[in-house]
């Protein structure tokens, strides 16, 4: 079993920058593909990122690519997100799963954190 905390969400302008990150507790964080997935109010949960467990695969949500890079420390067993150039529709309770695969379906996920928000002003 993995128990996902995320960390570092905020209020920031539109513009900003913020980096969220994911610490797993357990051993085998490293046998586990990452995902990151945001809800927005009144919203479905979406596909933000998702990298493999050596993080030779990543892949992005079209509406991030090129501004949001997701990463990962084996070593310290956490997941990184990092947000450049938010938007106001960036706003949402951002959410790490761990996985098999590193696939966009938030069915293929087996476990996942509370979330911590972001909020975006304009």
């Known amino acids: 079993q993995v128990q996902l905390v995320e960390s570092g969400g905020g209020l920031v302008q539109a513009g900003d920058s913020l980096r969220l990150s994911c610490a797993a507790a357990?051993?085998?964080?490293?046998?586990?593909?990452m995902g990151w997935f945001r809800q927005a109010p009144g919203k479905e949960r979406e596909f933000v990122a998702a990298?493999?467990?050596?993080?030779?695969?990543?892949y992005y949500a079209d509406s991030v690519k090129g501004r949001f890079t997701i990463s990962r420390d084996n070593a310290k067993n956490t997941v990184y997100l990092q947000m450049n150039s938010l938007k106001p529709e960036d706003t949402g309770v951002y959410y790490c799963?761990?996985?098999?695969?590193?696939?966009?379906?938030?069915?293929?996920?087996?476990?996942w954190g509370q979330g911590t928000q972001v909020t975006v002003s304009s």
């Open positions: 357990g051993r085998t964080f490293s046998t586990y593909a």
């Open positions: 799963a761990a996985g098999v695969f590193p696939r966009t379906e938030r069915s293929l996920y087996t476990y």
């Open positions: 990298i493999s467990q050596s993080s030779m695969r990543t």
